[in-house]
Structure formats: structure tokens, C-alpha cells
């Protein structure tokens, strides 16, 4: 008996330390004029979160696909990845690598891929050309709000201070403050929809304030504030 308590000590902070997301993604194309495959990988244009861990690929039938997989995020939030559709079944990961390492993905042109967390969701796409307008129609929290997070800031950020009222605990709120705080100079005369990118800290949830990236990025605010 002592044997296996033992046992099971020794294995817990493997147990503790993995922690493993389960995700679907289901897709409906509108057009499906070359579109025969659609593809799932946890590469990442954002180099910090990118992987080679997961990479499937599944037929489109009737203009649907579904791909299921399994994530060890390993304390992180989430696990951003790309999803692609293509008429050919034998795109590699290294293919796709070579893709970012060549800065043919991400481009201001680049229409063909998305960017979204792997998570669960119903997403709906227009074409194989046009997966960039892809609209998640059911679940995938993180993928829609950071897109609205995204059409906001295009949109000048005037919607910014509700989404984050709306959204005060969320792993993307806090990505939206430490990207508008390295955009921000306050030395700008520039006023803001929003204020300063403190105005925004505030209204994060304490546990997000109080995480580890939060307690970097308040220290950095802090520090720019007095130049």
C-alpha cells in the first residue's frame, strides 16, 4: 500500500504540471470551388504560443469538415494555431514553417489561412481564398473575442471599453491591454476613446492584474508613465 502512495506521489506533478484541452472544430463552406481539404495546426504566426505538436488534416465533404484533437497546454491559457483549407492532401508542417520563416504567413495579402485558439467551435467560411473571413458561429470563446477585439481596433477602438467591461476575465483582454501599451506613448498628445492603457488595467479582473503577466505589464505602464 505505502508502494503505491508513494507511486502516485511521484507521479503528481507530471499530473499537475499537464493539462490537457480537448477541441472540435466544425467548419461549413460557402464556396467550395477548390476547397477538398481542410487543415488544423498548432504553428503559430505568434511565435510564443507557436508549436509542431499538432498538425491533422481532414477530407471536405458537402462543404463540412470536422477535425477533434487533444492539447497538453502546459500552464498555458490556451494554444493559438492556424487553420487552412486547400485542394491538396499532402501539405507537410514543414511546408507550413517555411510559410512563416519566409514571411508568406502573416502578410497584409495572406487571405487563405486564419488564426484562432484550438478550442470548440462551429465556424462558418466563405471560400477556400477567403478563410480570413472566417465567423465563428457557435462556441470558440477565445477566437471570437479576440476577433471582435481585432475589428474594434480597426474600427479605432471605440467598442474596446465595453468588450473589456464585458469581458474583464478573459486571457484576450489582457493580450488587448499589452498590445495598446506598446502602441501607447504617453508622451502623444493624441487623445483615446479609452485613455491611457492604465485605464484599460483597471478594468481586468484582479486575477488577471495580479497574474504573472499582469504584474510584468503593470510594471511596465508604470514605468512608461513617468518618462
Not at 502578410?107 to 462551429?122: F, Q
Not at 473571413?133 to 467598442?159: C, D, F, H, P
Amino acid at each position: 500500500m505505502k508502494a503505491k502512495i508513494l507511486f502516485y506521489l511521484l507521479l503528481s506533478p507530471y499530473f499537475l504540471k499537464a493539462q490537457i484541452t480537448k477541441f472540435t472544430v466544425k467548419g461549413v463552406i460557402a464556396d467550395t470551388a477548390g476547397a477538398r481539404y481542410a487543415y488544423l495546426t498548432s504553428l503559430s504566426r505568434q511565435n510564443a504560443l507557436s508549436s509542431d505538436l499538432y498538425f491533422k488534416m481532414v477530407p471536405i465533404v458537402n462543404g463540412k469538415f470536422e477535425i477533434s484533437g487533444t492539447f497538453d497546454l502546459k500552464g498555458k491559457p490556451y494554444q493559438q494555431g492556424i487553420l487552412f483549407i486547400h485542394h491538396r492532401a499532402n501539405i507537410t508542417k514543414k511546408e507550413i514553417q517555411s510559410k512563416f520563416e519566409h514571411f508568406i504567413w502573416p502578410a497584409y495579402y495572406s487571405t487563405d489561412y486564419k488564426s484562432i485558439s484550438l478550442e470548440t467551435m462551429t465556424v462558418a467560411i466563405p471560400s477556400g481564398k477567403q478563410v480570413n473571413e472566417m465567423k465563428v458561429t457557435e462556441g470558440g470563446k477565445i477566437t471570437a473575442l479576440r476577433a471582435e477585439y481585432n475589428l474594434s481596433a480597426k474600427q479605432g477602438g471605440e467598442r474596446l471599453i465595453a468588450l473589456l467591461k464585458a469581458n474583464p476575465d478573459a486571457q484576450a483582454s489582457l493580450e488587448l491591454v499589452t498590445t495598446q501599451s506598446w502602441s501607447f506613448s504617453y508622451r502623444d498628445t493624441i487623445k483615446t476613446y479609452w485613455g491611457t492603457p492604465l485605464t484599460l488595467f483597471t478594468m481586468l479582473s484582479d486575477r488577471l492584474q495580479n497574474s504573472k503577466e499582469g504584474k510584468s505589464l503593470k510594471q511596465k505602464m508604470d514605468s512608461d508613465s513617468k518618462l
